[in-house]
């Protein structure tokens, strides 16, 4: 009984040796990068112009234009519209 | 014949002096002081703004009150259109309060307004009689040399009284147009505006991603919707 179990350690230790340099054939998949860049949100810019003049009561009448741009991507952008639009209202601002 | 009428009126009554006063006003709006001057006599009183020294481009305005036919005539603006508009003299109903106050000496009682939008307080002499005041106050027991918004958004304000005044005003040169009433003004107003957003985006002024809001300030609010709030948004 020894001398077989003996003989089964033998043929155990003979098996793990000869596996083990024999290279893994798995797949290993690498995994996924990580973007850390932060995204901001989009800001919409707006811009606001002011007409002023004097009324015949003495007071001082104003005229607000604001302009809100989602797809502008400078504040440039949107005061080009408000000037535009002053300009449709009051030739000449 | 309106037009002729309304020529020879003035001519007449500026010449024929009764009682002529001259008052000085400020006008006090927006952190901004303008002189203004009141002529009054019997029938007629012109109210003028006095430019600043240092203002640019400044077009003179005169409001003419005739107390016979109980109408003002003035100009207004529709933004840069000038128009020439008339207005009743009895659009405000006074209710006599029971502040007191001396202005220039003149010991003054109280009266309040609800006008187009805003409430008024004014201080008035009847050592003055003339049922009269800047711009289109009238119609109490005496002068109005003190009137304020209950916002205070403007308040006019007499600086300086002469009694007796033998100077005549120039006349306005308004005998050759055509005046509308203040109704109309204010529907005019509507379409200008109405005419104006639709315009903003059909000839591409706002760009279909982008949206606007267009808001008016001025003393009279006749126009709710682009006088309050945040305006109208288109």
């Known amino acids: 009984m020894k001398k077989i179990s003996l003989l089964f350690a033998f043929v155990a230790l003979f098996a ?7 290279s893994d054939t798995r797949e290993i998949k690498s995994k996924p990068a990580i973007d850390k860049t ?56 | 014949m309106k037009k002729i009428t309304l020529i020879s009126f003035l001519i007449i009554h500026i010449t024929a002096l009764g ?82 106050a001396t202005i220039l000496d003149f010991s003054c009682f109280s009266a309040t307004t609800t006008f187009r939008g805003r409430n008024y307080t004014a201080f008035y002499t009847q050592s003055i009689q003339a049922q009269d005041g800047p711009w289109k106050f009238g119609g109490l027991p005496g002068l109005i040399l003190s009137v304020k918004s209950g916002d205070n958004f403007i308040m006019w304000k007499a600086v300086k009284v002469v009694s007796d005044y033998s100077k005549v005003p120039e006349l306005p040169i308004i005998q050759k147009e055509n005046y509308i009433s203040w109704n109309d003004f204010v529907l005019k107003y509507r379409v200008t505006i109405d005419k104006f957003i639709k315009m903003a985006r059909s000839n591409g002024t706002l760009s279909n991603e982008a949206s606007a809001k267009i808001k008016l300030d001025v003393v009279e609010i006749f126009y709710p919707e682009l006088q309050t709030g945040e305006g109208i948004k288109f």
């Open chain 1, 16 to 22: 793990t040796v000869s596996f083990a340099g024999t």
């Open chain 1, 38 to 93: 932060i995204i901001e949100p989009f800001v919409a810019k707006v811009c606001s112009i002011t007409a002023t003049w004097t009324n015949g009561e003495g007071g001082q009448s104003t005229v607000t234009i604001s302009v809100t741009c989602s797809t502008c991507t400078t504040t440039q952008q949107a005061c080009n519209q408000a000037y535009a639009l002053l300009s449709l209202i009051i030739p000449g601002a």
């Open chain 2, 19 to 100: 009682q002529n006063y001259l008052v000085e006003y400020e006008v006090l709006n927006s952190n901004n002081i303008i002189k203004a001057e009141l002529f009054i006599n019997d029938t007629i009183s012109l109210f003028k703004i006095i430019p600043n020294k240092d203002a640019k481009n400044f077009e003179t305005r005169i409001f003419v009150k005739n107390k016979i036919d109980e109408k003002a005539y003035f100009t207004e603006n529709i933004m840069n259109v000038k128009l020439f508009v008339t207005d009743s003299l009895n659009n405000m109903r006074w209710t006599l309060t029971n502040d007191t």
